[in-house]
């Protein structure tokens, strides 16, 4: 577990998207918490509503997956890391806007235009970082690689949860979910402010 630890924090790329997949996960558990609040009681969009954004939502991760092949080819793998998460993070904005428009068909587009960007964002993200990690892991370590990744991105979930539902009670659903959002729009900062951008082709080879 050491070892693959080790191997985690000393990847200057790898290291990069973990903290920035740890601080997205982290708040958007934060906002995502509040979200059958915010749709079942706020807008009154009921069951059907809430499905249809799913729904939506779905088809976004769906095409991200498919167009993420043709996207590194034509913008380049390394920059569709922070291309990807600002889109999901853009997409996350249309949230609270949905809130502020109030009950209707408005604000149900919204919700599940805001609901395709951010999965397809996440998709390309992920296509993008996991399938790198996967490449440049020496083969003897990529469970314990994997392993380490996801007790810490996956760790934070429940954290954020707690919190949002914390901050939702104290300071109401819509300054809680605009701090969701500030937060998964500060988390391409590890990866944007990184050598993402000039990477035309990530590495693929074995770093020992």
Known sequence: MREGAAFVASHRLIRRIVASTATSNLFSSLAYVLMPLVILRELGLGPAGLGVMLS???VGGL???LATPRLA???GEGPLLPLGLMVGGAGVVLFP??????PG??????LSVGEFAMSFGVIVYNVMQVSMRQRVCPPR???RMNASIRCA??????????LGGWLGEQWGLVPTLWTGIAGQLLAVL???AGPFFRLRTLPDAVEE
Request: aromatic share 2%; proline share 8%; net charge positive.
């Open 153 to 162: 991105v996956w760790g934070v979930m429940p954290l954020g949860s707690l």
């Open 73 to 75: 080819a034509r913008i």
């Open 105 to 110: 068909p408005v604000a149900l587009v919204l």
């Open 63 to 65: 095409l991200g997956a």
């Open 141 to 143: 370590l990529l469970g």
């Open 97 to 102: 806007l949905a809130l502020a428009a109030g």
């Open 56 to 58: 939506i939502g779905s």
């Open 190 to 192: 590890p990866v944007a």
